[in-house]
């Protein structure tokens, strides 16, 4: 049972355009919500985050955007560069009060110059 | 620098080897986590230590073994793996407890069981 859901595998986008990721998620207990970003060989990065009590978190060129009535989140990059190309996990943490997290199978952005 | 650090970055072994992955994180966290990442699989949650107890396995096979003698370092000990085992293994730390903390990774062990 995927609690985490990336129905997009791969998305291309133009240099200087918005990137536009989305993940849905099936458990209503999540509260809080993680980006992270993961290119080859190495671990996945933290990007940025939101919680449950807001609907918008922006730091710089990266937006996280959450309804909760639809349990789904997006993550928008404008300008997008390069150097975002990677692959970017969405993410919660187990409702239990622990901490692991569960992540949905990813996106691979590739942005073209 | 992340804070997590992971050795060795790649290994080879053959199915009847003994070989243990390391993980040290610097950050002061209460808990260590391994996750496997396989080809075009989701990172898959592995085992859970909260203050050096394990608090989860997710049903791992018992030939992988892990080990957490302090809060600071986690072990996964392998012995006769298969050749599905091959994936990349990652570790991370998180602070338990607090605020909605992120969990931070380590850069990974690329295992390729021959």
């Given at each position: 049972d995927q609690q985490v859901k990336q129905n997009s595998p791969s998305l291309s986008v133009q240099e200087?355009?918005?990137?536009?990721?989305?993940?849905?998620?099936?458990?209503?207990?999540?509260d809080y919500f993680l980006w992270y970003k993961k290119y080859p060989a190495e671990g996945p990065t933290f990007l940025i985050s939101i919680s449950s009590i807001k609907d918008k978190?922006?730091?710089?060129?990266?937006?996280?955007?959450?309804?909760?009535?639809?349990?789904?989140?997006?993550?928008?990059?404008?300008?997008?560069?390069?150097?975002?190309?990677?692959?970017?996990?969405?993410?919660?943490?187990?409702?239990?009060?622990?901490?692991?997290l569960v992540f949905g199978k990813g996106t691979r952005l590739s942005v073209i110059a | 620098e992340t804070g997590v650090t992971q050795t060795p970055r790649h290994l080879v072994m053959g199915m009847t080897n003994k070989k243990s992955l390391k993980c040290e994180q610097h950050l002061g966290h209460n808990a260590m986590y391994w996750y496997k990442q396989s080809a075009k699989k989701p990172l898959e949650l592995m085992f859970v230590y909260n203050f050096k107890e394990q608090t989860e396995n997710n049903s791992v096979p018992s030939r992988f073994s892990p080990e957490c003698p302090n809060s600071s370092h986690l072990f996964l000990h392998l012995h006769t793996l298969q050749p599905e085992d091959s994936a990349l293994y990652l570790c991370a730390s998180s602070q338990v407890g607090g605020v909605n903390t992120e969990a931070f990774f380590g850069q990974g062990t690329r295992l390729t069981v021959v």
């Open positions: 200087g355009r918005i990137s536009i990721l989305n993940c849905d998620y099936t458990n209503s207990m999540f978190n922006e730091d710089g060129r990266f937006t996280v955007f959450l309804n909760k009535s639809a349990k789904h989140l997006s993550l928008h990059i404008v300008p997008s560069q390069p150097g975002d190309s990677a692959v970017y996990f969405c993410a919660a943490p187990k409702p239990s009060g622990n901490t692991p | -």
